[in-house]
């Protein structure tokens, strides 16, 4: 048992799961400072100076505080949209194999195709048959 989760463990796929997710989650950090320290406070002198993360409703004792809900929604639509960036220019990096066609030959080249082979099989019959002189 031991064995087999050592082999699980190692696999590369794990290990490559597992720096995404430390990799992702340092992304995430640098993006929600970017968003918290530099967009947002940009935005909020754009729509009358007042700071979106703050913003809160108190019903009755409880206070809900749908700025932290917004700021959450805004760093998720940022991140989402660096990722796309990122992922969009890794693919673009990528060597493009060249497709492999094979020529589609229309009805007409198909039919004297076959004319011709069914010529080449008729002939070489009358040539072993001696009846090649008559052609």
């Known amino acids: 048992?031991?064995?087999?989760?050592?082999?699980?463990?190692?696999?590369?796929n794990v290990l490559d799961l597992a720096v995404g997710v430390?990799?992702?989650?340092a992304f995430g950090g640098i993006v929600t400072s970017v968003v918290d320290n530099i967009l947002m406070p940009i935005i909020g002198m754009l729509i009358g100076g007042f700071d979106?993360?703050?913003?809160?409703?108190?019903v009755g004792t409880a206070k809900l505080q749908y700025g932290m809900f917004l700021q959450?929604?805004?760093?998720?639509?940022?991140?989402?949209?660096?990722?796309?960036l990122v992922v969009k220019a890794?693919?673009?990096?990528?060597?493009?194999?060249?497709?492999?066609?094979?020529?589609?030959?229309?009805?007409?080249e198909v039919l004297l195709t076959k004319i011709s082979e069914d010529m080449s099989g008729l002939r070489s019959d009358l040539k072993n048959t001696g009846s090649a002189s008559k052609l």
């Open 1 to 12: 048992m031991l064995q087999e989760f050592k082999e699980f463990a190692i696999k590369g």
């Open 22 to 25: 430390i990799i992702g989650a």
């Open 52 to 58: 979106i993360k703050s913003k809160a409703v108190e």
């Open 72 to 84: 959450a929604t805004i760093n998720f639509i940022i991140i989402a949209f660096f990722l796309f």
């Open 90 to 108: 890794a693919n673009n990096l990528k060597a493009k194999k060249p497709v492999e066609t094979t020529p589609t030959l229309s009805p007409t």
